[in-house]
């Protein structure tokens, strides 16, 4: 969840942005973390350490966007030496970027609402 206080009044702007497709849930702030963990980490399974959720969880969430979208977010690939991994597609580096531009300009919008707002009490 986006905060940011003001510095006149003792208040918190908070806000929760996510994209559904039909049913679905393309992306909000727990599945953004997904991808910015894996992306990180370099392993689904890594992504779930880092995070303190499962593994199992972390796949769903994964099969969700990519079937909500109707492309690949992340590759896999196994074994070996390194033990496989996984990395984000072009596609997925795009949607976590958008996330976080929308999530910046909703902020700073919705905050310059409130400040006006506050300014005139």
């Known amino acids: ?3 940011e206080k003001s510095s006149r009044l003792d208040y918190t702007l908070k806000m929760k942005m996510w994209i559904d497709i039909g049913e679905k849930t393309l992306i909000g702030e727990g ?8 992306s990180e980490t370099g392993s689904l399974a890594g992504a779930a350490r880092k995070l303190g959720m499962s593994y199992k969880k972390v796949i769903f969430s994964i099969e969700e966007m990519e079937e909500a979208l109707g492309r690949k977010l992340v590759e896999r690939y196994k074994g070996g030496a390194k033990k496989g991994g996984a990395r984000l597609t072009k596609l997925g580096e795009a949607l976590l970027r958008a996330y976080d531009e929308a ?3 909703a902020m700073e919008s919705a905050s ?3 400040e006006n707002f506050f300014s005139r009490i």
């Open 1 to 3: 969840m986006s905060q």
């Open 31 to 38: 599945r953004r973390e997904i991808l910015r963990a894996i």
């Open 103 to 105: 999530e910046k300009r």
């Open 112 to 114: 310059k609402v409130w």
